[in-house]
């Protein structure tokens, strides 16, 4: 029967499931619904056990990683390991002083330097004094020889006058179960370890009692003690085994829960960056963050309108850098800056909402030029009737439709035309010899809502569209979860197999918590009380002892008195099952244990009192008086097992938690960083179209130059064609815009006042260089026509539906003069710019007075190069002939 199971479920496919997978997104280009496998194969290097416990990740790199993962997180249980072998020292140092002799000192020196090491090696463990290699390969193993070296010398000195078969096994089976539980080291070297212990503690063991005890000994009795012995260790082993398997999976649940999560984040951070460069590259950090903080704040209050906030400033000598933007200058001489921007907005406002109702992609917004697009993403065929319908709900506010004769030829005769004369002001439509028409109205009367019967149907650029972050493809499909159709039939053969009722209530079980929990506690129960049972039921002893010709009383001697510390093992075996409760918190497991060692203790001392005496008489005889009780040790034991027991309960569950609280602290990173990718990608859909926004977000190409860090006061404004337009000085980190600034006008020097008009000049010089770089390495000959002016503009966001960030005034009229009126490989700029720029050290060429529209005359000069050369600017530009160098 196929055992593959779909990680659909995390918390019953790791749990159940002895083979299972979980989907991881991998891809940060198309976002988290693209995922791969990671399978847990039943395989690995413990041969010893059943396949189906024999767990390994399929990518050997990730199985390495869990490894690590591993070792660490058991780090600090390895720390109650050592915690467990000073208890045990405490132990022995207690039994030796209690009854002090002379031939216990030297127990008792072994014990108290035992004490002193693991002390010792607890706070270089604690505090990470030790080399993290010896921490990981050298310590698990040093631990484990030590503490096998304080069993034996246990055994060797403080059991010198009589050995028994059960001497020490109690203890030995305890650290056997506490390898499996505490050492940071894979099973197949926990097995072997503990096989050779259990190995070496028999055989001492059967040596040693079969020298002492030659004449007295019986051959059968030894047998049957040593293979008890065994029994015990094998079923400490088998819990152990259990309980590593049990942890294993736990650990390996977690990984994978903890490396999907951290993997999700992580691919939303990468998305959600690029996200945020893709808008910073379209607005300024302050000015989106302040849209992204009014969407948040428009949407808690269930607001329609999103961008119904002007988001303007105004700033004080900035300098501008673009090139052959068609501007308005007429009109900002004779309109002020913030009159301008209010007009505008209003304008574009209107149009925005009906660019919606026509089916208009508006893509930018150049100047006084709305610029938008019928028929992108989507193919229209009455693309032109939307747009000669745009053009008529235009009209109002900027005249006739003005068309040319390929767009008349595709509206087949719908609207009326007159000659639109387009040759007499348009030297270019001259030149190519294009027809153009104005548009009238149209013939028929079109349908408010349609064009041609079609329905119009507003949609929003940031409709939704929920990212697929629970999401996982099984065999090419996105869906929420993937099963496998082997489930079911499993279910058809447990029904065949096995009976219904059976089935039925054996399900329940295993999908009910409490009733798990319930079902294993009370087999627990059972086995300690069938273990007491059986203490009272066995006779106790005749007082006429002495008659060793006795028939009953040698059947006494053979049973409950030979060795009862064999049923006080069975009681450290019930405390080891109640640790394997993983499920159930340590007030429960320690109310357990209680009754586990409080009805041992008081079967053993009380009604077990006499047989444990009996027991002290025939092995030690004379010495029973040096010794402490049986009884008394063997409670002792088994006292300090279950404080024992506890504490590593205790620990396990704070580290349960603190894995919980951990993924919770993953899981709230992940809505956060969801809600902030979420936010911007719908700011960065409404600015540009959705496929393009995807493009975009999907490369990690980005403005290199301006990513410099001597270039962080400027900002890209937006791209025209083959033009790019930047402005430094409109950032809050400038000292003259008034955001951040606390000095006054007057309080800032010249010099600083306009560093960031001479960085923007060494950008510019820079950017030559880098054309320069780039003819080198590509055998091309592009050449750049630079602009500079400097002075005030009004900056900010308009638009309704889609915000655009941009800069007004006349400042950056004049700049894209200087650009279209100056030369190839040279940046022209005014006479202001040139006497504050030359303090700076920047070298000039006077050009002379040329003529600029709407200005009239402009003495301008060519900026050059710089005295002090920075580490991207270069004098080399290409001469001009008759060029009067500068001698001011």
Same mark, same amino acid.
């Given at each position: 029967?196929?055992?593959?199971?779909?990680?659909?479920? *995390?918390?019953?496919?790791?749990?159940?499931?002895?083979?299972?997978?979980? =989907? #991881?997104?991998?891809?940060?280009?198309?976002?988290?619904?693209?995922?791969?496998?990671?399978?847990?194969?039943?395989?690995?290097?413990?041969?010893?056990?059943?396949?189906?416990?024999?767990?390994?990740?399929?990518?050997?790199?990730?199985?390495?990683?869990?490894?690590?993962?591993?070792?660490?997180?058991?780090?600090?249980?390895?720390?109650?390991?050592?915690?467990?072998? +000073?208890?045990?020292?405490?132990?022995?140092?207690?039994?030796?002083?209690?009854?002090?002799?002379?031939?216990?000192?030297?127990?008792?020196?072994?014990?108290?330097?035992?004490?002193?090491?693991?002390?010792?090696?607890?706070?270089?463990?604690?505090?990470?004094?030790?080399?993290?290699?010896?921490?990981?390969?050298?310590?698990?193993?040093?631990?484990?020889?030590?503490?096998?070296?304080?069993?034996?010398?246990?055994?060797?000195?403080?059991?010198?006058?009589?050995? $028994?078969?059960?001497?020490?096994?109690?203890?030995?089976?305890?650290?056997?179960?506490?390898?499996?539980? @505490?050492? !940071?080291?894979?099973?197949? *070297?926990?097995?072997?370890?503990?096989?050779?212990?259990?190995?070496?503690?028999?055989?001492?063991?059967?040596?040693?009692?079969?020298? $002492?005890?030659?004449?007295?000994?019986?051959?059968?009795?030894?047998?049957?003690?040593?293979? +008890?012995?065994?029994?015990?260790?094998?079923?400490?082993?088998?819990?152990?085994?259990?309980?590593?398997?049990?942890?294993?999976?736990?650990?390996?649940?977690?990984?994978?829960?903890?490396?999907?999560?951290?993997?999700?984040?992580?691919?939303?951070?990468?998305?959600?960056?690029?996200?945020?460069?893709?808008?910073?590259?379209?607005?300024?950090?302050?000015?989106?963050?302040?849209?992204?903080?009014?969407?948040?704040?428009?949407?808690?209050?269930?607001?329609?309108?999103?961008?119904? @906030?002007?988001?303007?400033?105004?700033?004080?000598?900035?300098?501008?850098?673009?090139?052959?933007?068609?501007?308005? @200058?007429?009109?900002?001489?004779?309109?002020?800056?913030?009159?301008?921007?209010?007009?505008?907005?209003?304008?574009? &406002?209107?149009?925005?909402?009906?660019?919606?109702?026509?089916?208009?992609?508006?893509?930018?917004?150049?100047?006084?030029?709305?610029?938008?697009?019928?028929?992108?993403?989507?193919?229209?065929?009455?693309?032109?009737?939307?747009?000669?319908? /745009?053009? #008529?709900? /235009?009209?109002?506010?900027?005249?006739?439709?003005?068309?040319?004769?390929?767009?008349?030829?595709?509206?087949?005769?719908?609207?009326?035309?007159?000659?639109?004369?387009?040759?007499?002001?348009?030297?270019?439509?001259?030149?190519?010899?294009?027809?153009?028409?104005?548009?009238?109205? !149209?013939?028929?009367?079109?349908?408010?809502?349609?064009?041609?019967?079609?329905?119009?149907?507003?949609?929003?650029?940031?409709?939704?569209?929920?990212?697929?972050?629970?999401?996982?493809?099984?065999?090419?499909?996105?869906?929420?979860?993937?099963?496998?159709?082997?489930?079911?039939? +499993?279910?058809?053969?447990?029904?065949?197999?096995?009976?219904?009722?059976?089935?039925?209530?054996?399900?329940?079980?295993?999908?009910?918590?409490?009733?798990?929990?319930?079902?294993?506690?009370?087999?627990?129960?059972?086995?300690?009380?069938?273990?007491?049972?059986?203490?009272? =039921?066995?006779?106790? *002893?005749?007082?006429?002892?002495?008659?060793?010709?006795?028939?009953?009383?040698?059947?006494?001697?053979?049973?409950?008195?030979?060795?009862?510390?064999?049923?006080?093992?069975?009681?450290?075996?019930?405390?080891?099952?109640?640790?394997?409760?993983?499920?159930?918190?340590?007030?429960?497991?320690?109310?357990?244990?209680?009754?586990?060692?409080? &009805?041992?203790?008081?079967?053993?001392?009380?009604?077990?009192?006499?047989?444990?005496? $009996?027991?002290?008489?025939?092995?030690?005889?004379?010495?029973?008086?040096?010794?402490?009780?049986?009884?008394? =040790?063997?409670?002792?034991?088994?006292?300090?097992?279950?404080?024992?027991?506890?504490?590593?309960?205790?620990?396990?569950?704070?580290?349960?938690?603190?894995?919980?609280?951990?993924?919770?602290?993953?899981?709230?990173?992940?809505?956060?960083?969801?809600?902030?990718?979420?936010?911007?990608?719908?700011?960065?859909?409404?600015?540009?179209?959705?496929?393009?926004?995807?493009?975009?977000?999907?490369?990690?190409?980005?403005?290199?130059?301006?990513?410099?860090? $001597?270039?962080?006061?400027?900002?890209?404004?937006?791209?025209?064609?083959?033009?790019?337009?930047?402005?430094?000085?409109?950032?809050?980190?400038?000292?003259?815009?008034?955001?951040?600034?606390?000095?006054?006008?007057?309080?800032?020097?010249?010099?600083?006042?306009?560093?960031?008009?001479?960085?923007?000049?060494?950008?510019?010089?820079?950017?030559?260089?880098?054309?320069?770089?780039?003819?080198?390495?590509?055998?091309?000959?592009?050449?750049?026509?630079?602009?500079?002016?400097?002075?005030?503009?009004?900056?900010?966001?308009?638009?309704?539906?889609?915000?655009?960030?941009?800069?007004?005034?006349?400042?950056?009229?004049?700049?894209?003069? /200087?650009?279209?009126?100056?030369?190839?490989?040279?940046?022209?700029?005014?006479?202001?710019?040139?006497?504050?720029?030359?303090?700076?050290?920047?070298?000039?060429?006077?050009?002379?007075?040329?003529?600029?529209?709407?200005?009239?005359?402009?003495?301008?000069?060519?900026?050059?190069?710089?005295?002090?050369?920075?580490?991207?600017?270069?004098?080399?530009?290409?001469?001009? !002939?008759?060029?009067?160098?500068? =001698?001011?």
């Amino acid at each position: 029967m196929p055992r593959n199971r779909a990680f659909s479920e *995390p918390e019953y496919s790791a749990e159940y499931s002895a083979e299972y997978s979980v =989907s #991881l997104p991998s891809d940060p280009e198309h976002g988290v619904g693209r995922t791969h496998e990671v399978t847990v194969r039943n395989s690995g290097s413990c041969l010893c056990l059943p396949r189906f416990m024999r767990l390994t990740f399929a990518p050997e790199s990730l199985e390495n990683l869990y490894q690590t993962y591993f070792r660490r997180q058991r780090h600090e249980t390895l720390l109650v390991l050592v915690v467990f072998a +000073a208890l045990f020292d405490c132990y022995i140092i207690v039994m030796c002083a209690v009854m002090y002799t002379d031939d216990k000192l030297a127990s008792l020196l072994v014990a108290s330097i035992g004490l002193v090491i693991h002390i010792l090696l607890y706070f270089l463990c604690r505090f990470g004094l030790l080399p993290d290699r010896i921490s990981r390969k050298v310590v698990p193993y040093l631990l484990w020889i030590l503490i096998a070296g304080q069993i034996f010398s246990y055994l060797g000195l403080s059991f010198s006058i009589s050995h $028994q078969a059960s001497d020490t096994v109690g203890w030995q089976a305890f650290f056997v179960f506490s390898f499996f539980l @505490t050492l !940071p080291l894979r099973l197949m *070297p926990i097995v072997l370890i503990t096989t050779v212990s259990c190995g070496i503690h028999t055989l001492v063991l059967g040596v040693t009692i079969a020298q $002492q005890q030659q004449e007295t000994i019986e051959g059968v009795t030894l047998v049957r003690q040593l293979i +008890a012995n065994i029994a015990i260790y094998l079923c400490a082993i088998t819990v152990g085994i259990m309980s590593y398997y049990m942890a294993d999976r736990k650990h390996r649940k977690a990984f994978l829960e903890a490396r999907q999560s951290l993997e999700v984040k992580l691919n939303l951070e990468e998305q959600s960056q690029q996200q945020e460069r893709l808008l910073l590259s379209i607005l300024p950090k302050h000015i989106a963050d302040e849209m992204l903080k009014g969407m948040k704040k428009e949407e808690s209050q269930k607001e329609m309108q999103q961008f119904n @906030t002007m988001y303007m400033y105004r700033h004080e000598n900035v300098s501008i850098l673009f090139a052959d933007i068609v501007g308005f @200058t007429q009109l900002s001489s004779t309109c002020s800056a913030q009159e301008l921007v209010k007009l505008l907005n209003e304008l574009f &406002a209107r149009f925005d909402k009906l660019a919606a109702k026509y089916h208009q992609l508006r893509i930018k917004i150049l100047g006084d030029c709305y610029y938008c697009i019928c028929g992108l993403p989507d193919y229209r065929d009455d693309h032109a009737a939307c747009s000669i319908m /745009m053009g #008529l709900a /235009m009209v109002e506010a900027i005249s006739r439709v003005h068309i040319s004769q390929s767009t008349l030829e595709c509206l087949h005769g719908e609207f009326e035309v007159e000659p639109g004369e387009g040759g007499k002001r348009c030297d270019y439509l001259k030149e190519k010899g294009i027809e153009t028409y104005l548009v009238l109205v !149209p013939k028929t009367q079109v349908n408010k809502n349609g064009i041609n019967g079609v329905k119009l149907s507003l949609t929003s650029s940031n409709g939704n569209s929920p990212l697929l972050i629970n999401t996982k493809e099984c065999n090419g499909s996105i869906n929420t979860t993937c099963t496998t159709p082997d489930e079911g039939e +499993a279910e058809e053969l447990d029904t065949r197999v096995f009976p219904k009722k059976l089935v039925s209530f054996s399900t329940w079980i295993d999908r009910t918590r409490w009733a798990r929990n319930t079902w294993a506690m009370s087999a627990i129960f059972i086995l300690t009380m069938a273990d007491i049972v059986d203490m009272l =039921s066995c006779p106790q *002893p005749l007082h006429s002892y002495a008659n060793k010709n006795s028939t009953s009383t040698k059947e006494i001697v053979e049973g409950c008195i030979e060795n009862p510390k064999y049923y006080i093992y069975i009681a450290v075996l019930a405390l080891m099952a109640t640790t394997m409760l993983v499920q159930v918190s340590h007030m429960v497991k320690i109310t357990l244990m209680l009754l586990i060692t409080g &009805a041992t203790g008081v079967v053993s001392i009380y009604s077990w009192s006499e047989n444990f005496d $009996q027991y002290d008489q025939t092995r030690f005889k004379l010495f029973a008086s040096t010794i402490v009780p049986t009884k008394i =040790s063997m409670t002792v034991m088994i006292v300090v097992m279950m404080l024992s027991f506890y504490y590593f309960s205790r620990h396990v569950e704070k580290l349960a938690r603190t894995l919980f609280l951990w993924k919770i602290e993953v899981h709230d990173q992940k809505e956060k960083v969801y809600e902030m990718r979420r936010w911007n990608e719908a700011l960065v859909t409404n600015m540009l179209p959705e496929h393009v926004a995807r493009h975009f977000l999907g490369s990690k190409k980005r403005d290199e130059l301006l990513d410099e860090p $001597q270039f962080r006061c400027i900002t890209k404004i937006k791209t025209i064609g083959s033009t790019y337009m930047a402005a430094s000085g409109v950032t809050p980190e400038s000292n003259t815009n008034g955001f951040n600034s606390g000095l006054k006008k007057e309080e800032i020097s010249d010099k600083e006042r306009w560093q960031h008009l001479a960085d923007l000049a060494d950008f510019a010089l820079a950017m030559k260089v880098t054309i320069m770089n780039i003819n080198y390495q590509s055998f091309n000959n592009f050449m750049l026509r630079i602009g500079l002016n400097k002075g005030g503009v009004l900056a900010g966001v308009i638009g309704a539906r889609k915000p655009h960030y941009d800069i007004w005034g006349n400042t950056v009229n004049v700049a894209s003069r /200087m650009e279209s009126t100056g030369v190839m490989g040279n940046i022209q700029v005014v006479e202001e710019t040139y006497m504050i720029l030359k303090e700076y050290g920047f070298r000039f060429v006077r050009r002379g007075p040329i003529y600029v529209k709407g200005k009239g005359e402009l003495l301008t000069f060519f900026l050059k190069g710089r005295e002090k050369q920075g580490s991207f600017i270069n004098g080399s530009s290409v001469t001009l !002939p008759h060029q009067v160098v500068d =001698s001011s």
